[in-house]
């Protein structure tokens, strides 16, 4: 059901490997709380928590985290609701005061990051940044761009990494585009 392979597992772990280096380089001996948005951040967010955690073992900085979960949902079949559900968000006051990572695996409009933003911001964090995998080249985008980007990819609708259409394909370890015969399959 996939058409298109775009980012296969090992270079996208040597991209997220890149980005733990720009983040160390940048958050390096600050404590940061890393908000996981879920479900489709949770294989990069992992994978980049343990690549900085072995940066981390052979450098001179540390960069102390606590990992914590938010979960966005704004889609149904490949289309977007602009009906953004936040789920645990409603217990973010440990943000107040912090150094926040937001690590989500894809921005396409960036509406839904702009909301999210907003959200966090209310809680005063000290400084917010965010690491996106994937960053989708749409034309009625906002312009956002997240700070630590790892592909720039076309406006297809992608699975696989935990990435999923209706729940479907988060088990693949690549990200590929899904076909019209698999949209149609799994649609809802």
Same mark, same amino acid.
């Given at each position: 059901? =996939?058409?298109?392979?775009?980012?296969?597992?090992?270079?996208?772990?040597? *991209?997220?490997?890149?980005?733990? *280096?720009?983040?160390?380089?940048?958050?390096?001996?600050?404590?940061?709380?890393?908000?996981? $948005?879920?479900?489709?951040? &949770?294989?990069? =967010?992992? /994978? !980049?928590?343990?690549?900085?955690?072995?940066?981390? *073992?052979?450098?001179?900085?540390?960069?102390?985290? *606590? $990992?914590?979960?938010?979960?966005?949902?704004? &889609?149904?079949? @490949?289309?977007? #609701?602009? @009906?953004?559900?936040?789920?645990?968000?409603?217990?973010?006051?440990?943000?107040?005061?912090?150094?926040?990572?937001?690590?989500?695996?894809?921005? /396409?409009?960036?509406?839904?990051?702009?909301? !999210? !933003?907003?959200?966090?911001?209310?809680?005063?964090?000290?400084?917010?940044?965010?690491?996106?995998?994937?960053?989708?080249?749409?034309?009625?985008? #906002?312009? &956002?761009?997240?700070?630590?980007?790892?592909?720039?990819?076309?406006?297809?609708?992608?699975?696989?990494?935990? +990435? /999923?259409?209706?729940? &479907?394909?988060? /088990? +693949?370890?690549?990200?590929?585009?899904?076909? @019209?015969?698999?949209?149609?399959?799994?649609?809802?």
């Amino acid at each position: 059901f =996939c058409e298109d392979n775009l980012c296969c597992a090992v270079m996208g772990f040597s *991209r997220t490997e890149r980005l733990a *280096r720009n983040i160390m380089d940048d958050l390096g001996d600050h404590d940061i709380v890393v908000l996981c $948005v879920l479900k489709g951040g &949770y294989q990069f =967010c992992a /994978d !980049l928590v343990d690549c900085i955690k072995v940066l981390c *073992r052979h450098s001179n900085k540390t960069l102390p985290m *606590r $990992v914590d979960f938010i979960r966005l949902k704004s &889609y149904l079949n @490949d289309q977007s #609701t602009q @009906d953004l559900h936040i789920e645990g968000a409603e217990n973010l006051s440990v943000l107040s005061g912090k150094n926040v990572l937001i690590v989500e695996a894809i921005v /396409d409009t960036g509406k839904t990051m702009k909301t !999210l !933003l907003d959200h966090v911001e209310a809680f005063s964090p000290k400084m917010i940044k965010v690491a996106g995998l994937l960053v989708k080249r749409v034309p009625s985008g #906002t312009g &956002y761009l997240p700070d630590y980007v790892g592909f720039e990819i076309p406006n297809r609708f992608v699975v696989g990494y935990a +990435l /999923d259409y209706n729940e &479907y394909f988060r /088990d +693949l370890n690549h990200i590929c585009v899904i076909s @019209d015969r698999g949209k149609q399959k799994y649609k809802i």
